[in-house]
């Protein structure tokens, strides 16, 4: 008899491990469309002054430009923006070779960099791989998977 239990805990555990990996790896399979914008309001001066960037110009708006998504536009502020299949990014793209937690993009300096936040797949800054916290100009695609983004004054 406590073979029996033994061996059903067992295959409870490898079920329940089988369910949170098919989770993790397949979240966007289904095709939902999920896109949160959490970066309240506009400041004044957030973004812009990069060398392709004529002076005056700030970014404003991050916009979808490509994948799923195409046509989301999120307001740029303070805070930094986390993309990622997780529920908890402030852009949730349902790519299947997105990361959980893939990029980030932060504003420091009146610039935004992007950064890699360790991804399987890498993220594009144009057609060049992100290494380390990168400036990204206005209108210069940066890819995750098949999402195309770019900033937008």
Known sequence: MARFGLL????????????????????????????????????????????????????????????????TRITLGESPITIGRAED????????????????????SGQWYVEDLGSTNGTYLDRTRVNGPTPVPIGVPIRIGRTTLELRP
Do not use: C, E, N
């Open 89 to 108: 990014s402030t852009l949730v793209v349902t790519d299947d070779y997105a990361s959980a937690r893939h990029a980030r993009l932060v504003p420091r």
């Open 8 to 71: 059903l805990l067992l295959w409870i555990f490898v079920f329940a491990v089988v369910g949170v990996v098919r989770r993790d790896m397949f979240v966007g399979a289904a095709g939902r469309l999920v896109a949160t914008p959490r970066a309240a309001g506009v400041s004044g001066d957030v973004g812009g002054g990069g060398a392709k960037v004529k002076k005056g110009r700030a970014a404003h708006q991050l916009v979808v430009t490509g994948g799923q998504l195409a046509g």
